[in-house]
């Protein structure tokens, strides 16, 4: 799950300060692209391309970049849904 490995990188991060972590997009597009995430106080702050990449050079789609705040909406599907009555 997408969403789990970036928020799984900000947990690896000391709530006390901010870092950027290299990762790589979980998408299953061919580019491949390389991220740099931001983290602050154990939170994804900002998904940026990274320029180690020279495929992508730093770029990065919109889904991806908007990372984190698909990660934190209070929106987001947390729990498995299950249908009641019918269909």
Same mark, same amino acid.
């Given at each position: 799950?997408?969403? &789990? ?10 709530? #006390?300060? $901010? ?19 931001? +983290?602050? #106080? /154990?939170?994804? $702050?900002?998904?940026? /391309? ?7 050079? /730093? ?17 987001? +599907? &947390? $729990?498995?849904?299950?249908?009641? /009555? &019918?269909?």
């Amino acid at each position: 799950r997408p969403a &789990a490995l970036l928020a799984r990188c900000a947990r690896l991060v000391s709530s #006390d300060m $901010t870092t950027p972590l290299d990762s790589v997009c979980p998408l299953a597009c061919p580019d491949t692209c390389s991220l740099s995430v931001t +983290v602050a #106080d /154990g939170r994804i $702050t900002a998904v940026d /391309g990274s320029r180690r990449n020279p495929l992508t050079d /730093g770029f990065i789609c919109a889904k991806v970049r908007r990372y984190p705040q698909r990660v934190y909406s209070p929106l987001r +599907v &947390a $729990t498995p849904l299950r249908r009641i /009555g &019918a269909k």
